[in-house]
């Protein structure tokens, strides 16, 4: 897992299509959080805000490849792109 910080140039959601439009497969993780779906969101009248930290890592975490199939050349090859966006924001 990989959580996106205010600070990274880039939100999630961008760093999510900028990592697939790399043919690199990651996914939103913890969202939406499921205090935001049945029957969870029926138990407090309140939920929209009892969770704050919970919206806000719900927003930022991206689950990264892992398994058998994730080699060397495949985290280098992440961890490439994660620093050039890092670096220098979203390139078009």
């Known amino acids: 897992m990989l959580q996106v910080e205010k600070e990274f140039p880039v ?9 697939n439009l790399e043919n690199i497969r990651v996914r939103k993780y913890f ?3 499921c205090h935001k779906m ?3 969101n ?5 939920i929209a ?11 930022q975490v991206v689950v990264l ?8 050349d495949v985290i280098n090859s992440i961890s490439r792109i994660i620093a050039v966006v890092g670096a220098n924001g979203r390139v078009s």
């Open 11 to 19: 939100s999630r959601d961008e760093l999510v299509e900028i990592l």
């Open 31 to 33: 969202w939406p959080g």
């Open 42 to 46: 029926q138990w407090s009248s309140n």
């Open 65 to 72: 490849p892992m398994g058998h199939s994730v080699n060397d």
């Open 38 to 40: 049945a029957p969870y």
């Open 49 to 59: 805000t009892d969770l704050n930290n919970t919206d806000l890592v719900a927003e």
